[in-house]
């Protein structure tokens, strides 16, 4: 994490949303929240007429399938959010929020409260970038580091109601974090979450890398030289366990998945085909 700026994943996620696979904005908040060189390339495509076909291909192919791993991602948790809310559910909190617009974009949200849970430095940064907007709906910043601090605290001096079910997303946040971390992380949650909660969170598998050896030499060796190394991984029946006996995985697929169960025009791409999408819903 750079003093004063997010971190770099959370910058192309908002710019593979705000860029997408065809004119269907994933984000229109995006060109707001990213610099200002990567929101021109996000919003090129505006400018391009007959040409943003080819530009958004283009960039699509040169980030190994990035854009639409993430495109489906986003359309995968979307839809599983939009059904948590029509059950009633009026609290979401968003864990590792970084650049996430879903509280301005999702009409859905209008009605209830949104936490995002994040490290002050992005939580500054995002608050800067959009301070001239009015929010659409309640929300309320939690600053947090995940690896030294409990945001159970912060949530409940936050106002969240842990007596009251709610709906929590945790995208692109635990291939970060060592294991002890993400079981604490766990631990909290569901100190918290009431019957009937739900948690969409990803998780890395081991040994999906293209390339072979070299994939699987050169991707961590990537991640590491941003200064983000990916420090975990799960198996779906470890995840099982890590969540039992208090919470049941009733989903658990990798993009694969997310494109038949959202009917998305963007392609899974064998470059991250590790991460995969668990839904899970709290026991009564």
Known sequence: MRAGLPSGTSLLVSFAR??????????????????????????????????????????????????????????????????????????????????????????????????????????????????????????????????????SDGLERAGFRSGAPSVWIWEGVAMYLPLPAIHDTLEQLTSLAAAGSELAMTYRVQGLFPLGAIGRAAIPAAFRAAGEPLKSTLEPHELVSAVAPAWDVVYDEDSRGWQKRTGSRANPARSFLAERLAIVKRRA
């Open 18 to 151: 705000g860029l997408g696979v065809d004119d269907d904005e994933v984000d229109p908040l995006a060109s707001d929240l990213l610099p200002p060189l990567l929101a021109r390339l996000a919003t090129a495509p505006r400018r391009l007429g007959r040409a943003s076909g080819l530009y958004r291909n283009a960039v699509r192919t040169t980030t190994f399938g990035l854009i639409d791993h993430m495109v489906l991602r986003t359309r995968a948790i979307d839809g599983h959010l939009a059904s948590a809310l029509r059950s009633g559910i009026d609290q979401l909190v968003i864990l590792g929020a970084g650049l996430d617009a879903r509280a301005w974009r999702l009409d859905a949200l209008k009605q209830a409260t949104v936490f995002e849970v994040d490290h002050p430095s992005t939580q500054r940064y995002k608050k800067e970038r959009i301070a001239n907007r009015t929010p659409p709906t309640d929300i309320r910043y939690v600053a947090v580091d995940f690896e030294t601090e409990r945001f």
